[in-house]
């Protein structure tokens, strides 16, 4: 989401999160001084946090060897999330990409049998947009999301031809032109399909990646074709892609990449 300049954050809370995610995603013990200098606070300011997350239970301290870790206190707020439905927790996200953004939202589920099927959607009010039946079922190379889940699988051009040739495209393109999409998704994460798998139709997506690097979940904007301007359906893209990142960390577990 973008975020609201006229926002007031808190650094304090800023730099605590910041300690929270670096600890959980290291998963081992630090001390303070080396927790000030990968998260780039001065050492008093990083001492009295660490200091309350610890009377909180939010880290465990070690007096010995002087050095804090992820603590119990922890799990007190993920009790309500643990065996939840992805989707469930997901949603909230995805329903303020669609309200900022005016645009329909699609969650996609990939199948073992490299398939695709919609399982939610996420619709601004009042905007004109297409219905999608639940439980479609597409090919996984299908438009925007495909040309991600081939980048994502780092798949050779031979292995991804065999794939696009899979799809039914309503205005198919140029092999050569699908392929150079999916090299770019590779930096970007994020992928165009513009009235190619659907005809009037431009979709934009992004995916989520489990622990392993595996593809879980593709979320696609489906729009009409000039609803959106370039640079809105770049931001649509730039949300999205965080959004799947957050997706990757929180549900999945995947570290953080640098």
Partial sequence: MTEDPG?????AVQNAVRILRMLAMLGRPMGATQ?????GMNVSSAFNILRTLSHEGLLSFDPEA????IGMG???????????????????????IAREHETMIALWQFTRNARIVLTDRFTAPNIV?????QNSRLPAFSGAIGRCYAATLELSEA????????????????FDSYWQDVLQARKTRTAY???QLYRGLDIVASLVRDANGMPRLGMSSITISGQQSKERLADIAAALAGAAAQVERCVFGRPVEN
């Fill in 159 to 174: 292995q991804t031809r065999k794939g696009f040739d899979t799809v039914r495209w309503q205005d198919a393109p140029r």
């Fill in 193 to 195: 399909d513009l009235s």
């Fill in 35 to 39: 927790i000030a200098r990968e998260t």
């Fill in 74 to 96: 922890l799990m007190e707020f993920a009790v309500p999330l643990l065996g939840a439905n992805p989707a469930d927790v997901i949603r909230p996200t995805l329903t303020a």
């Fill in 7 to 11: 926002q007031k954050l808190v650094p």
């Fill in 129 to 133: 947009h297409a219905v999608l039946a």
């Fill in 66 to 69: 002087k050095t804090y870790r």
